[in-house]
């Protein structure tokens, strides 16, 4: 979404990409991912285990009977195994996945100016973490999505070989 900025005349003096991002909590830290990919937030339902995964997959949830994986996010990211009772679910054409949280904080509309990269290279989260931002007083980690989706395949390559 753009935003022109218009001055007395009329005339657009500057032009600001908008997106809008949902904020989320994980064990008290505030994390977030863009709208655009995310379908549902819903509370956690009954979870069909799985054989052979790594630990952060908790299992396969049923949404309107599209199987999907639910990724405790906590473990992946903090190695916490997480109590949580809701969940994100993505887009179907991102990938079948849920990510497992803790509560809903926010929704920001935030300009990309406001966006501040994180190094990869000295990031302990490297591939997770994309970058930050600061709302309403706190510092909002965006997640990475395609990274965690690339991880996860990766790592269910390697339980299954």
Request: net charge negative; hydrophobic share 45%; proline share 4%.
């Amino acid at each position: 979404m753009e935003e022109n900025t218009e001055n007395t005349t009329g005339n657009a003096i500057e032009s600001a990409t908008i997106e809008k991002y949902l904020i989320f909590l994980i064990q008290e830290k505030r994390y977030a991912l863009p709208s655009k990919i995310i379908s549902e937030v819903t509370v956690l339902e009954k979870v069909f285990p799985l054989p052979l995964v790594p630990d952060y997959v908790r299992g396969i949830i049923n949404r309107y009977s599209v199987p999907y994986a639910l990724i405790d996010i906590s473990f992946l990211l903090l190695n916490g195994t997480s109590n949580a009772r809701k969940m994100i679910v993505l887009k179907e054409e991102v990938d079948k996945l849920a990510f497992l949280i803790d509560d809903v904080a926010d929704i920001a509309d935030l300009p990309s100016e406001k966006l501040m990269k994180i190094d990869q290279e000295e990031s302990a989260l490297a591939g997770t973490i994309n970058a930050f931002f600061e709302w309403k007083g706190n510092q909002v980690f965006c997640l990475e999505a395609s990274e965690i989706i690339n991880r996860i395949k990766q790592d269910f390559g390697q339980e299954t070989n």
